[in-house]
């Protein structure tokens, strides 16, 4: 597996072989960002979910021609709120958050409910997460800041309820539909 090109949802990604941990361990990343570490058996070890050995990852998806990443993410809300965002096919930001006034993401279904404010419909999208800042928990950010920053989304890490995902934009939120 090292040295040869590989592809992951369809996007080129970087493997590189890192030294400074176990023996026969590489990085790989897609857009610039880390996923994780392919070990020596070709086991993929990721931020994003379990290993997921031969196969791509499904919540990566093809990028658009600008090479931005797209993630297939969740996000519940409340009947009512879903009802309009169905209907429109727009969701809008929200007031605040750990990452400011953001239109807040997760990975899985069980995320998305254990981070919700309001309950009551599952929502999947495709998010356009462009050139994504990563910061810990315990990072404050803004929307301004972002935009100063050259960022398009932020990737939260460290929550105890998973992976959170921020975008700012709602033409950044595309594909809208009932899970």
Not at 1 to 28: A, K, N, Q, W, Y
Not at 99 to 119: C, D, H, L, M, T
């Amino acid at each position: 597996m090292f040295g040869h090109p590989l592809v992951l949802g369809g996007l080129p990604v970087i493997v590189r072989e890192d030294r400074s941990g176990p023996p026969r361990v590489s990085t790989v990343s897609v857009g610039g960002i880390c996923l994780g570490a392919i070990l020596q058996d070709g086991t993929f070890l990721g931020s994003l979910a379990a290993p997921f050995p031969g196969a791509a990852h499904p919540l990566l998806v093809r990028a658009p021609r600008d090479h931005s990443l797209n993630l297939e993410l969740y996000h519940e809300t409340s009947e009512e709120a879903a009802e309009r965002i169905l209907s429109s096919q727009r969701m809008l930001r929200g007031q605040g958050g750990l990452a400011g006034g953001g239109i807040y993401f997760a990975e899985s279904p069980a995320e998305a409910r254990r981070k919700a404010n309001q309950r009551g419909a599952m929502l999947k999208a495709t998010v356009r997460v462009g050139r994504m800042k990563v910061v810990q928990r315990q990072g404050s950010t803004t929307f301004t800041q972002l935009v100063s920053e050259g960022y398009d989304s932020v990737k939260i890490l460290g929550r105890d309820s998973g992976t959170e995902y921020v975008v700012y934009n709602c033409a950044q939120v595309t594909n809208i539909r009932r899970v």
